[in-house]
């Protein structure tokens, strides 16, 4: 029976091989993504732009939370501001017209909303990105039988685009009937055109970030961004590329780290959510910039402008919790930095010193942490025993150092 004893070790050592070589990509997204130097907060609100009046007041408002922090390298604290172009012509679409019409944001009617845009980036405290000339594919709403929907397109202005069904929601893909179809790559191309003309138009300089309306989109897509001088996407991690039958979305299997690059554009990944009005509030939102700090990796928020532009009650709550976000991070973290989406993309293309740690045994530590908040494959790791010598090994570092960020 003693020759049991010698495979014993092998067949162990063949579990945890088969363990990595089943998760090896998952294994490589984290060992590959930069690690940060110090805490960093990055706040995306998408949707802002055309559309509501009543988003002028609420960008001033969280314009002036913001302007009263700075943090301690002195940077006033940023919202990233995901913005859209055009709404629907209600008036012009009219009757039982077929042909399609928009207000863009440079027309008198939003007058207020773009200057209070322009406002805040003049101030520094907003940062300006392309979600989309509208958050919509024209041609599929026209199409669409759904009476509400038609009714919908030939509303005066506000035409709040979150009253659509989801799955309409999306620009990248043709959801007129489901499962949705890929749109020709002429058809992206030209309104990928028209969309960068607008954007340069309306803000004055060509977009360097986008964020991906319902974060559905295709590499085609993408193509056309880099081939007008989009640099970086906004990802959930993962691109959704297709609504299926009951309208969800699904992805085509590609998974991005921070700092990952294909076809001209380098990917930027969200971390989790601040939300208010869905209870993601500024204690939540804390929770995960803790995480991603012992992780070493930016904490990018989602946030939707209907936390600011709801009711009386919904707004002076959002506000409340901005403010005790901001307060929150540089109470709790005072190396914390507000950096903005294109400021991060930089750090992450540039692999600036400054920003990132290098070296295996400054990283470790980071990438150990990442490896933890796996899931199953941390179970795995655990139950196998293969991550029993490191664990040990880590708890005696962390008796013998302090907090890496104080
Ligand atoms: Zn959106």
Redesign the pocket.
């Known amino acids: 029976m003693s020759w049991i004893w010698l495979y014993l070790p092998m067949l162990w050592l063949a579990m945890v091989a088969a363990i990595v070589l089943w998760y090896r990509r998952d294994i490589g997204r984290l060992w590959r993504e930069p690690v940060l130097k110090r805490p960093v907060l990055v706040l995306e609100s998408?949707?802002w732009g055309a559309g509501p009046p009543v988003q002028a007041a609420a960008l001033d408002n969280i314009a002036a939370v913001l302007g009263r922090y700075r943090d301690s390298a002195g940077r006033r604290p940023v919202v990233s501001l995901?913005v859209?172009l055009a709404v629907p012509d209600g008036r012009a679409i009219g009757g039982d017209a077929t042909s399609y019409r928009k207000v863009c944001l440079d027309e008198p009617p939003l007058a207020p909303v773009l200057d209070a845009l322009k406002r805040g980036e003049a101030e520094g405290t907003f940062s300006l990105q392309l979600?989309?000339l509208e958050?919509f594919w024209p041609e599929t709403l026209m199409a669409s039988v759904d009476p509400q929907v038609q009714a919908w397109l030939r509303e005066p202005l506000p035409a709040s685009?979150e009253r659509l069904p989801t799955h309409l929601?999306s620009r990248w893909t043709d959801a007129s009937s489901l499962p949705s179809v890929p749109l020709t790559d002429e058809a992206v191309h030209r309104a990928v055109k028209e969309e960068i003309e607008v954007y340069v138009r309306t803000i004055g300089r060509a977009p360097i970030v986008v964020?991906p309306?319902?974060f559905v989109w295709t590499p085609a897509v993408e193509r056309a961004w880099a081939a007008h001088g989009v640099e970086c996407v906004i990802t959930p991690g993962c691109r959704y590329t297709v609504r299926v039958a009951d309208g969800t979305s699904v992805t085509d299997g590609a998974q991005f780290a921070n700092g990952d690059s294909a076809g001209g554009v380098t990917y930027l990944v969200r971390y989790d959510y601040f939300e208010p009005a869905r209870g993601r509030d500024a204690n939540y939102a804390l929770r995960a910039l803790r995480r991603a700090t012992a992780e070493g990796r930016p904490c990018v928020l989602e946030n939707?402008r209907v936390n600011f532009c709801g009711d009386a009650a919904v707004r002076a709550d959002s506000l409340h919790e901005l403010e005790k976000l901001v307060a929150g991070t540089l109470r709790l973290m005072p190396t914390a930095r507000f950096l903005s989406s294109a400021d991060l993309y930089r750090v992450m293309t540039t692999r600036d010193r400054q920003w990132l740690r290098e070296g295996f045994g400054e990283r470790f530590p980071f990438l150990w942490q990442r490896l933890r908040n796996t899931g199953r494959l941390w179970k795995l790791l655990k139950l196998s025993g293969a991550a029993i010598p490191v664990e040990l090994l880590m708890a005696l570092k962390s008796h013998a150092t302090t907090h890496p960020y104080d």
């Open positions: 998408d949707d995901a859209v979600h989309g958050h685009t929601q964020v309306p319902t939707h």
